[in-house]
C-alpha cells in the first residue's frame, strides 16, 4: 500500500478545481496518512472533505497533516494507531486567480428602429473574467464530484447566463433613453457595468464572482437591403445634426460678432432713411447717423463732426459726408468679418452690402 508524503498541485493556471490522487497505479488514490505535507501555492486553497463533509480549508502555505489542524478527523477516521495510520480523505486544490479572457457574444436578436419602424438585427460581444471567491460554496454547490474543472468549463456554463442578461440589458437601456439600434454603442459601458451587477447576483450561491466585464461592441448587422437603407438614412440625418450643431457653435464662439449682427437688423428701418433726412439731405449724415446710433456709433462720430464744425463751418457739411463714408466703408468691412465668421450667409452679405452702397450715392 502506498504512502503520500506530499500533497501538491503544479499544473496548468487555467484549472480552477483539480482533485488530488495519487501517481501511483498501485494506490487508492485518497489514502493518505498523518504527517504529510501538504504545500499550497500563492493564490491556492486545498479543501478536505471526508464522506462528503469539509473538513477544513488551508491557505498557501506548507502544512503538515495532524489532529491539531484536522481537529475532527480522529472522531471521523477513528485513529488509534498513531501517526502513520493511513486515512482516506477528498482533497480538493481550488485556484483563486483571476481566469482571464473568457469570451462571449449574441446571436442577432431584432430591434424596431423608432424613426423608420424597421427591425433592424443587432448583436454584442464582450469578454468577462471569473474568481473563485468562496472556496467551500464553490465545490459543494458546483463542483460535486468532479476531478477537474477547468475555466472554459465554468465559462461554458454561465456564458447561456451572461448572453440572456446582455440581451435583456440592452434592450431596457434603449427603451428608457429612446435610442436607435444604431446609437447602441453609446451605451456600451452602462450596458457592461449593469450586467455585471445583475450577473455576480446570480453568481453569489455558487462562490463565484465576476472580476472584470467588458462589452467590446453593439453591432448592426446590415446584410440586409432594407437595413442597408436605414443605415443610410440614419447617417444622411446625423450629418445633417452635426453640421447644425457646428453651426451654433461657430455662432456660440463669435459671440460678440452675433451681437453685431443683432445689432444691424434692429437698425434696419433706421438705416432705410440713409440719404433722406431732415430736408432731403441726399448725401447728408442724417440717415448714416441714424444706423450708427443703432450700432452705438454715434458718439464717436458727433463728437468728430463737432470739432471739425467748430474748425471751419462752411466745410462742415463735406466733413460730415467725408466721416459719413469712412463709417459706412467700417460698417462694410464688419458686415465682411459677420460673413467670415457663418453669422451671414453670401446672399445675405451681397444684399446688405448693395443696399448700403446705394444709399451712399
Same mark, same amino acid.
Given at each position: 500500500?502506498?504512502?503520500?508524503?506530499?500533497?501538491?498541485?503544479?499544473?496548468?493556471?487555467?484549472?480552477?478545481?483539480?482533485?488530488?490522487?495519487?501517481?501511483? +497505479?498501485?494506490?487508492?488514490?485518497?489514502?493518505?496518512?498523518?504527517?504529510?505535507? *501538504?504545500?499550497?501555492?500563492?493564490?491556492?486553497?486545498?479543501?478536505?472533505?471526508?464522506?462528503?463533509?469539509?473538513?477544513?480549508?488551508?491557505?498557501?502555505?506548507?502544512?503538515?497533516?495532524?489532529?491539531?489542524?484536522?481537529?475532527?478527523?480522529?472522531?471521523?477516521?477513528?485513529?488509534?494507531?498513531?501517526?502513520?495510520?493511513?486515512?482516506?480523505?477528498?482533497?480538493?486544490?481550488?485556484?483563486?486567480?483571476?481566469?482571464?479572457?473568457?469570451?462571449?457574444?449574441?446571436?442577432?436578436?431584432?430591434?424596431?428602429?423608432?424613426?423608420?419602424?424597421?427591425?433592424?438585427?443587432?448583436?454584442?460581444?464582450?469578454?468577462?473574467? *471569473?474568481?473563485?471567491?468562496?472556496?467551500?460554496?464553490?465545490?459543494?454547490?458546483?463542483?460535486?464530484?468532479?476531478?477537474?474543472?477547468?475555466?472554459?468549463?465554468?465559462? $461554458?456554463?454561465?456564458?447561456?447566463?451572461?448572453?440572456?442578461?446582455?440581451?435583456?440589458?440592452?434592450?431596457? +437601456?434603449?427603451?428608457?433613453?429612446?435610442?436607435?439600434?444604431?446609437?447602441?454603442?453609446?451605451?456600451?459601458?452602462?450596458?457592461?457595468?449593469?450586467?455585471?451587477? +445583475?450577473?455576480?447576483?446570480? *453568481?453569489?450561491?455558487?462562490?463565484?464572482?465576476?472580476?472584470?466585464?467588458?462589452?467590446?461592441?453593439?453591432?448592426?448587422?446590415?446584410?440586409?437591403?432594407?437595413?442597408?437603407?436605414?443605415?443610410?438614412?440614419?447617417?444622411?440625418?446625423?450629418?445633417?445634426?452635426?453640421?447644425?450643431?457646428?453651426?451654433?457653435?461657430?455662432?456660440?464662439?463669435?459671440?460678440?460678432?452675433?451681437?453685431?449682427?443683432?445689432?444691424?437688423?434692429?437698425? $434696419?428701418?433706421?438705416?432705410?432713411?440713409?440719404?433722406?433726412?431732415?430736408?432731403?439731405?441726399?448725401?447728408?449724415?442724417?440717415?448714416?447717423?441714424?444706423?450708427?446710433?443703432?450700432?452705438?456709433?454715434?458718439?464717436?462720430?458727433?463728437?468728430?463732426?463737432?470739432?471739425?464744425?467748430?474748425?471751419?463751418?462752411?466745410?462742415?457739411?463735406?466733413?460730415?459726408?467725408?466721416?459719413?463714408?469712412?463709417?459706412?466703408?467700417?460698417?462694410?468691412?464688419?458686415?465682411?468679418?459677420?460673413?467670415?465668421?457663418?453669422? *451671414?450667409?453670401?446672399?445675405?452679405?451681397?444684399?446688405?452690402?448693395? $443696399?448700403?452702397?446705394?444709399?451712399?450715392?
Amino acid at each position: 500500500m502506498a504512502i503520500i508524503d506530499v500533497l501538491k498541485y503544479d499544473g496548468p493556471n487555467d484549472v480552477l478545481v483539480w482533485k488530488w490522487r495519487s501517481e501511483s +497505479i498501485s494506490s487508492r488514490e485518497e489514502e493518505l496518512r498523518m504527517g504529510s505535507q *501538504l504545500i499550497v501555492n500563492q493564490s491556492q486553497e486545498a479543501c478536505f472533505f471526508k464522506g462528503g463533509e469539509l473538513l477544513d480549508v488551508f491557505g498557501p502555505g506548507t502544512h503538515t497533516l495532524s489532529t491539531k489542524n484536522l481537529p475532527f478527523l480522529s472522531k471521523l477516521v477513528g485513529l488509534v494507531y498513531g501517526g502513520d495510520t493511513p486515512f482516506s480523505a477528498e482533497v480538493y486544490f481550488v485556484n483563486k486567480t483571476v481566469s482571464m479572457d473568457s469570451k462571449f457574444g449574441l446571436m442577432p436578436f431584432n430591434m424596431v428602429e423608432p424613426t423608420f419602424k424597421v427591425p433592424v438585427p443587432v448583436s454584442c460581444r464582450g469578454s468577462f473574467a *471569473l474568481i473563485v471567491k468562496d472556496s467551500k460554496r464553490f465545490l459543494t454547490n458546483m463542483i460535486g464530484t468532479v476531478k477537474d474543472f477547468n475555466t472554459k468549463t465554468l465559462s $461554458e456554463l454561465f456564458r447561456g447566463v451572461i448572453s440572456e442578461n446582455v440581451k435583456r440589458t440592452i434592450t431596457k +437601456i434603449s427603451r428608457e433613453q429612446n435610442l436607435s439600434p444604431l446609437e447602441l454603442e453609446s451605451i456600451v459601458y452602462e450596458v457592461g457595468t449593469t450586467v455585471k451587477s +445583475i450577473i455576480n447576483e446570480h *453568481l453569489q450561491d455558487f462562490g463565484i464572482e465576476i472580476k472584470l466585464f467588458n462589452i467590446e461592441s453593439i453591432p448592426v448587422i446590415d446584410e440586409d437591403q432594407r437595413v442597408k437603407d436605414v443605415v443610410a438614412q440614419f447617417q444622411k440625418i446625423m450629418a445633417a445634426d452635426v453640421d447644425e450643431r457646428m453651426r451654433l457653435k461657430r455662432r456660440a464662439e463669435n459671440l460678440e460678432v452675433y451681437k453685431v449682427e443683432r445689432s444691424f437688423d434692429t437698425t $434696419e428701418k433706421a438705416a432705410e432713411n440713409l440719404g433722406g433726412g431732415e430736408g432731403g439731405d441726399a448725401g447728408g449724415t442724417g440717415g448714416i447717423i441714424g444706423t450708427m446710433i443703432g450700432l452705438g456709433m454715434v458718439n464717436p462720430i458727433a463728437q468728430q463732426m463737432g470739432d471739425m464744425m467748430a474748425k471751419n463751418t462752411p466745410n462742415a457739411h463735406q466733413a460730415g459726408s467725408v466721416s459719413a463714408s469712412e463709417e459706412a466703408i467700417k460698417l462694410l468691412k464688419q458686415l465682411g468679418e459677420l460673413k467670415d465668421a457663418g453669422v *451671414l450667409t453670401e446672399d445675405e452679405f451681397a444684399q446688405k452690402k448693395k $443696399e448700403l452702397l446705394e444709399k451712399l450715392k
